[in-house]
């Protein structure tokens, strides 16, 4: 097995994630970090938090799911292994947006009622793609549509609501910190590992591909109904100042944040893509 998966090891994991950048927190944040106070008394500026927080629980419940689904699909013990040190990562990630909705103020009696109520149906159609593959066997698919599209998705979204959160919700900026680290490791290993069995498996390109445009549809479906409903603020409170991928956050309107968003991610993938021997498919925009 290729020396690149020794960096996947649960030794690096231990040393990386728990003893390291984890260290010292609860649910992902420092023990004296709050929500601030602004978010927690204007009703809108809460609702939207809470709205924004299901989208984030629901996208890696999707995860969750696949990463734990793929580590018997894996052909060799090393993937087994990562994989399975992405499912503790994936049900971390969970849970520490679980814990966010709570700390706006949402009974925990009522948290899953709520994400059922708040899940944007783009994204689970989404997150039905991915699975699918899964429950079908296909380690390969699955690979791609977990590590590469979805946790690409995830980390340019996270890092865009980290840039944002820095100053206005130093908590949140926390938690998103450590998700970034996570997906960091998951999407290089979906590069690393997957590109080598696309080459023995040429014949699952075009599946592949169809699988890569209908779950980026979806994706951007779900951007266009978050940026085009609802208050016209593109996050729960002001990014006055700060900057992602080179546009300053606080100058930006809803529909200039979502294309900044999509042009981001869907670029991540292009770029992604070819490294493993794939060609990007351009989706249809909603």
């Not at 420092?30 to 978010?39: F, W």
């Not at 009696?109 to 689970?124: F, G, K, M, R, T």
């Not at 981001?264 to 249809?284: A, C, H, M, N, S």
Request: aromatic share 6%.
């Amino acid at each position: 097995m290729a020396d690149f998966l020794d960096g996947y090891s649960i030794q690096h994991w231990l040393e990386s994630c728990p003893q390291g950048y984890l260290e010292d927190t609860e649910y992902g944040h420092g023990a004296s970090e709050s929500e601030p106070d602004r978010v927690l008394e204007d009703p809108d500026l809460k609702q939207q938090a809470i709205t924004m927080t299901v989208q984030l629980v629901a996208g890696e419940r999707c995860a969750l799911a696949a990463s734990s689904g793929l580590i018997n699909l894996a052909p060799d013990e090393k993937s087994k292994v990562f994989l399975a040190t992405q499912t503790l990562d994936e049900a971390r990630h969970v849970e520490v947006f679980k814990q966010r909705i709570l700390d706006l103020g949402v009974k925990k009696s009522e948290v899953d009622d709520v994400i059922a109520q708040h899940a944007n149906p783009n994204l689970v159609k989404f997150a039905e793609i991915l699975l699918e593959k899964i429950d079908k066997g296909d380690f390969v698919a699955g690979v791609v549509g977990q590590n590469i599209v979805l946790e690409g998705m995830a980390f340019s979204v996270f890092e865009m609501l980290h840039a944002g959160m820095k100053n206005a919700n130093p908590k949140f900026a926390h938690t998103l910190s450590g998700t970034i680290a996570d997906e960091r490791r998951h999407v290089g290993f979906g590069e690393n590992r997957i590109g080598a069995l696309i080459a023995q498996h040429p014949e699952k390109k075009p599946e592949i591909e169809q699988m890569q445009k209908d779950m980026s549809y979806f994706m951007l479906a779900t951007f266009a109904d978050r940026f085009r409903s609802g208050p016209p603020r593109p996050m729960d409170g002001e990014a006055a100042g700060e900057t992602w991928q080179g546009k300053d956050l606080a100058a930006l309107g809803p529909q200039e944040m979502e294309e900044l968003l999509s042009d981001t991610v869907l670029k991540e993938f292009k770029t992604r893509l070819g490294r493993i021997g794939l060609e990007y498919q351009t989706p249809d925009r909603p």
